[in-house]
């Protein structure tokens, strides 16, 4: 049983590496690490796995399959009192409810996300949940409580001093600039969003948002 626990975690550890820039690999170890999960009855593993799983189908845009896996994910979750799994799958879970243009049920779901992390005392997915709950708000044209939440993570990003973290919120960050009419503000942090790109995807994602500052 240690050598199958061993074997699920490389498993969802090589999901979680491969999820963004290698999605065909990450869905291939995923779902390994998760049929075994479920033949040991190993919960956590399981639950992990999914979680990885649900950001890689949201990341090519597969997002019926992905809700699918969230919501059995979070039942799992809440079944064995995983709290920072179900975290984690809330944050995914609002991913796909932002993409789907479903913005309030997105602000709703990450909001309850960042209470699951402040609960763990997490320092990392606190400031992705409020960066997400900005740009949920600016589509809904709440752009005084999209400033409020980009601004928050903003200032949390610089204190922590995280690449990944920060270029996510960079991106975000710009974008509700440029809907402010800030065009050169957002285009510092665009820049600042490549300089901090972990990713391949990461990097796409920063400068087609530099892109389409241009364009328009």
Same mark, same amino acid.
């Given at each position: 049983?240690?050598?199958?626990?061993?074997?699920?975690?490389?498993?969802?550890?090589?999901?979680?590496?491969?999820?963004?820039?290698?999605?065909?690999?990450?869905?291939?170890?995923?779902?390994?690490?998760?049929?075994?999960?479920?033949?040991?009855?190993?919960?956590?593993?399981?639950?992990?796995?999914?979680?990885?799983?649900?950001?890689?189908?949201?990341?090519?845009?597969?997002?019926?399959?992905? !809700?699918? %896996?969230?919501?059995?994910?979070?039942? $799992?979750?809440?079944?064995?009192?995983?709290? +920072?799994?179900? &975290? @984690? *799958?809330?944050?995914?879970?609002?991913?796909?409810?932002?993409?789907?243009?479903?913005?309030?049920?997105?602000?709703?779901?990450?909001?309850?996300?960042?209470?699951?992390?402040?609960?763990?005392?997490?320092?990392?997915?606190?400031?992705?949940?409020?960066?997400?709950?900005?740009?949920?708000? !600016?589509? %809904?044209?709440?752009?005084?409580?999209? $400033?409020?939440?980009?601004?928050?993570?903003? +200032?949390?990003? &610089? @204190? *922590?001093?995280?690449?990944?973290?920060?270029?996510?919120?960079?991106?975000?960050?710009?974008?509700?600039?440029?809907?402010?009419?800030?065009?050169?503000?957002?285009?510092?942090?665009?820049?600042?969003?490549?300089?901090?790109?972990?990713?391949?995807?990461?990097?796409?994602?920063?400068?087609?948002?530099?892109?389409?500052?241009?364009?328009?």
């Amino acid at each position: 049983a240690t050598d199958d626990t061993t074997r699920i975690m490389l498993q969802d550890d090589l999901c979680n590496i491969y999820k963004f820039d290698k999605p065909d690999s990450a869905l291939y170890y995923g779902y390994k690490a998760v049929a075994l999960a479920e033949q040991i009855n190993f919960p956590k593993g399981e639950a992990d796995a999914i979680q990885h799983l649900v950001v890689t189908l949201n990341s090519m845009g597969n997002y019926t399959k992905g !809700l699918q %896996l969230a919501l059995e994910a979070l039942n $799992l979750a809440d079944q064995h009192k995983l709290t +920072k799994e179900k &975290a @984690l *799958l809330m944050l995914s879970l609002g991913d796909i409810y932002y993409a789907t243009t479903e913005y309030k049920r997105a602000i709703s779901t990450w909001k309850e996300s960042n209470l699951l992390f402040d609960s763990l005392h997490d320092k990392y997915f606190p400031i992705l949940c409020q960066t997400y709950l900005g740009s949920a708000y !600016l589509m %809904l044209g709440q752009i005084d409580s999209s $400033l409020y939440y980009n601004q928050l993570a903003n +200032k949390s990003a &610089a @204190l *922590l001093n995280t690449n990944w973290v920060s270029n996510i919120v960079f991106i975000h960050y710009g974008q509700l600039q440029e809907k402010m009419g800030n065009t050169d503000t957002a285009l510092i942090y665009l820049i600042k969003s490549v300089e901090k790109a972990q990713s391949a995807f990461w990097l796409f994602a920063s400068t087609y948002s530099i892109a389409e500052l241009y364009s328009r």
